[in-house]
């Protein structure tokens, strides 16, 4: 299994990005994949999920209206469209996938993450 | 939704017994999973299903969830343990996956 991210970089206070992971390894549809971020020296924080059977999409309060997940099943990728950013959003970007297709199993893979730098 | 409280720190000798808990209210009503996070890296699962060790992951490691506290033991603590520990929940009720804030092991 290999989840690699990209996208990340220093983007303006109310600017958008966009981040990608690439999947590998497994069948991608079979499982529920998901972003959890970090920021500097900061605990873990869950931001949102997608199911792969029906891509049912699941935020956290946070990002709720500002973040959009979305997968690509033909190209194993998942994508984190993020926009009205702001400082509190600075940190890595973790793509993970979860043990199987439900929300409620552990995290049982994580890529090496991405970092976002919401700054002026 | 679901807040879970963890000690910031906890610091043990080597070949001791390290407990990490992780509170709040009821949560033995809920699936507790454990990762382990070591300075710059990706966080790695040590526990899932309260008391399940994923491949891999030595028997010293041993998690318990009963009433307002889920637990995750370490027995006989090496070097190599000392890192940040996070407990994990779904919150149902939010639909919400959940973290607790960390714990840093440290081994004296």
């Known amino acids: 299994v290999q989840l690699v991210e990209s996208g990340g970089g220093l983007v303006k206070p109310g600017g958008s990005l966009r981040l990608s992971c690439a999947a590998s390894g497994f069948t991608f549809t079979s499982y529920t994949l998901t972003w959890v971020r970090q920021a500097p020296g900061k605990g873990l924080e869950w931001v949102s999920s997608?199911?792969?059977?029906?891509?049912?999409?699941y935020n956290a309060d946070s990002v709720r209206g500002r973040f959009t997940l979305s997968r690509d099943n033909a190209k194993n990728s998942l994508y984190l469209q993020m926009n009205s950013l702001g400082a509190e959003d600075t940190a890595v970007y973790y793509c993970a996938r979860v043990r199987g297709d439900d929300y409620n199993h552990p995290i049982d893979y994580w890529g090496q993450g991405t970092l976002v730098t919401v700054s002026s | 939704s679901f807040v879970l409280t963890q000690p910031p720190s906890v610091s043990v000798a080597p070949g001791e017994t390290a407990t990490i808990t992780c509170g709040a209210n009821?949560?033995?009503?809920?699936?507790v999973h454990w990762y382990q996070q070591k300075p710059g890296q990706a966080p790695v699962p040590v526990i899932f299903?309260?008391?399940d060790r994923p491949s891999g992951i030595p028997e010293r490691f041993s998690g318990s969830n009963s009433g307002n506290m889920a637990s995750l033991s370490i027995t006989r603590v090496e070097a190599g343990d000392e890192a940040d520990y996070y407990c994990?929940?779904?919150?149902?009720?939010?639909?919400?996956?959940?973290f607790g804030g960390g714990t840093k092991l440290t081994v004296l």
């Open positions: 994990q929940v779904w919150d149902t009720n939010s639909e919400q996956r959940v």
């Open positions: 009821n949560i033995g009503s809920e699936t």
């Open positions: 997608i199911r792969g059977s029906t891509t049912s999409l």
């Open positions: 299903y309260d008391n």
